[in-house]
């Protein structure tokens, strides 16, 4: 069941039936592209993880599904980086290269925008790109991101440093964006 819909993808909870799915997706170098951090996880690792109960906003993990066919396109997720500070990372993927480049990214994080401005008590959400990651940089300025800066060699990936490109959007500014969009 979808915790929130859009035009063409919905975002809903991780289930036990999608595990094989996304645990051949996670672990597969076409899906994981050339600029996420490869981290091969067992399938023992990934149950162990989804039946172990989180404390609020440890870890979410959201599955991004194309409306008229109900297909896994891939997943959002967030996380607390800072309780104190009320700050949230979040993340996003998308599996397939043929599904990449036509706007359900953009549009599965407006989605979590949305939830969490809404329902989370939220002041500040981030996320990190490498610096050649034209694409993700692209989603993330569409939906209202300001590029902060540059941190030096934050990324490992295959025996080699990489910088990436942090990006923040605070409440405010996403209220003053949202508030000025036309409703349909």
């Given at each position: ?103 359900y990214a953009s549009e599965a994080v407006s989605l979590l925008l949305k939830f969490l401005f809404a329902s989370k008590n939220v002041e500040r959400i981030q996320a990190t790109t ?55």
């Open positions: 069941m979808a915790l929130i819909s859009g035009n063409t993808v919905s975002l809903r909870p991780l289930e036990y039936k999608d595990l094989e799915y996304i645990y051949r997706m996670i672990n597969s170098l076409d899906s994981i592209g050339e600029y996420d951090v490869i981290q091969l996880t067992s399938w023992g690792e990934l149950e162990k993880w989804f039946k172990t109960p989180v404390s609020s906003d440890d870890f979410v993990m959201l599955i991004i599904e194309k409306n008229d066919d109900k297909r896994i396109l891939g997943f959002v997720a967030y996380y607390t980086a800072h309780p104190i500070l009320k700050l949230l990372e979040i993340g996003f993927q998308i599996f397939s290269k043929e599904d990449r480049g036509k706007g490498h610096v050649e990651n034209v694409g993700s940089q692209k989603v993330l300025e569409k939906n209202g991101f300001i590029r902060e800066g540059e941190l030096r060699c934050s990324l490992y990936r295959n025996g080699k440093y990489y910088n990436t490109y942090i990006y923040s959007i605070l409440r405010r500014d996403w209220e003053k964006q949202f508030q000025n969009t036309p409703k349909k």
